[in-house]
Every structure is written in C-alpha cells, then in structure tokens.
C-alpha cells in the first residue's frame, strides 16, 4: 500500500525556521521523485521543490531558492524540507506527493500519482 506521511509543520515567527518530513512507504525504495507543494487561503496550489530519490536531481520554485533546501535520506524514504528565513507570505498547508518513474523533473500536479494529508505551516509574529 502506497503511503506519504508529512510531518513538522507548525507556527513560526517570521525569520524563523521549520523541516517538513516526508515519509514514504510501499514504493520501491529510490525508484520515484517527491514533489512539496503548497495552498494558501484562497490561492491554488503550487510546486515548490522536487527531488529524485533515484538520482538526487533539484528543482525549487524562484521565491524559496535560498531560503528552502530539500534533501532525502534513501535508507528511510524519507525527504526533508528545510525552510530557513520564512516570510508570511509562505503560509499555507504543505503536501508532498509521489511519481513514478522519475524520469523528468516536473511539479505538474497532474504527473503525481500519490499524496499526503498535508501539514499546516503558519508564519505569523
């Protein structure tokens, strides 16, 4: 059975710091790409980073380069985003979801096949 688990969200003052965790299972270990993606109130969701766990390739969306850093740990199928300096304007639920194969870096909803429940993160002083 197909799951993602995110994890490590929360309220944090602006400039301030929080690691999302993304936990999958039932994949074959290191053979998809983990997109993160955001909604804000009112806004439609976007992709804001990606990674391969097959071979580690990156992409960010331009507003978070410098601030968010997505790693993976393959042993655990588990992918991290590390957001550092987080503004207001980065509340949202935040999702991680699942492709296979991760053949192309893309964060096309349509090209995900599977989802998190999501997790709250609110920047507010």
């Known amino acids: 059975q197909v799951q993602l688990v995110e994890s490590g969200g929360g309220l944090v003052h602006p400039g301030g710091s929080l690691r999302l965790s993304c936990a999958a299972s039932?994949?074959?270990?290191?053979?998809?790409?983990i997109g993160w993606f955001r909604q804000a109130p009112g806004k439609e969701r976007e992709g804001v980073s990606y990674i391969s766990l097959r071979d580690g390739k990156i992409y960010y969306l331009d507003s978070v380069k410098g601030r968010f850093t997505i790693s993976r740990d393959n042993t655990k199928n588990t992918v991290y985003l590390q957001m550092d300096r987080l503004k207001p304007e980065d509340t949202a639920v935040y999702y991680c979801?699942?492709?296979?194969?991760?053949?192309?870096?893309?964060?096309?909803?349509?090209?995900?096949?599977?989802w998190g429940q999501g997790t709250q993160v609110t920047v507010s002083s």
């Open positions: 039932g994949f074959n270990s290191g053979d998809i790409a």
């Open positions: 979801a699942a492709r296979w194969p991760p053949t192309i870096v893309t964060l096309a909803e349509h090209m995900y096949d599977y």
